[in-house]
């Protein structure tokens, strides 16, 4: 998938993942997208539930071989 961003997640624990998230989003206009890498394996629901309450879509995501969840997520 294509997007505009990336946010390297990956190593940190709750809630820094999802504050790093934030702050790439605020640096994006409407409509791009940005690609989240984070190991919190908490993470998968946290992002679910950011994505609702901001409104932002998660518009992907997966589990990567190294064991690390990659995150797509378009800025409304």
């Not at 790093?20 to 206009?29: F, H, V």
């Amino acid at each position: 998938m294509d997007f505009d961003k990336e946010v390297d997640a990956r190593g940190l624990n709750c809630p820094l993942p999802i504050l790093r998230a934030k702050k790439g989003l605020a640096e994006l206009q409407a409509g791009q997208v940005m690609r989240v890498l984070a190991t919190d394996p908490g993470s998968v629901k946290d992002f679910a539930a950011f994505a609702r309450q901001t409104g932002n879509e998660l518009v992907g995501q997966q589990e990567l071989p190294d064991g690390a969840f990659e995150f797509f997520l378009r800025r409304k």
